[in-house]
C-alpha cells in the first residue's frame, strides 16, 4: 500500500490509515474495508510494525493480526509475512 513517500500519492494520510491498520485501532469492518479498497494481498510485520502496535514493544505479530483474515505463509526471526484471505 505504501513506497517511498514522494512516489505514494496522499503519502501523508495514506501513512495515517497503514499505522492504524497496524496499532489496531480499526474496527473488523474498517479493517476488512482497509483490505478490499487496496487490494491487499499481504501483510508484513516486523519490528517497526509491533512499534506502532505496542511501543513497549511487549506484544507479538500474532497478537497484532490475531481476528484478522489472514494466514501465515513465512516467518523469519522478527519478520512474519501473512497472506489475505477472503472473508
Not at 4 to 33: C, G, K, R, W
Not at 36 to 53: D, F, M, T
Request: charge should be negative.
Amino acid at each position: 500500500v505504501l513506497g517511498h513517500p514522494f512516489e505514494t500519492p496522499d503519502n501523508a494520510s495514506l501513512s495515517a490509515i497503514v499505522e492504524n491498520f497496524y496499532a489496531m485501532t480499526m474496527s473488523d469492518s474498517e479493517v476488512q474495508e482497509f483490505l478490499q479498497k487496496y487490494k491487499v494481498e499481504y501483510v508484513l510485520v516486523g519490528p517497526h510494525e509491533i512499534a506502532l502496535a505496542c511501543p513497549d514493544s511487549q506484544c507479538s505479530a500474532e497478537e497484532i493480526m490475531a481476528g484478522r483474515p489472514v494466514e501465515i505463509v513465512f516467518e523469519q526471526g522478527e519478520y512474519h509475512l501473512y497472506r489475505v484471505i477472503a472473508p
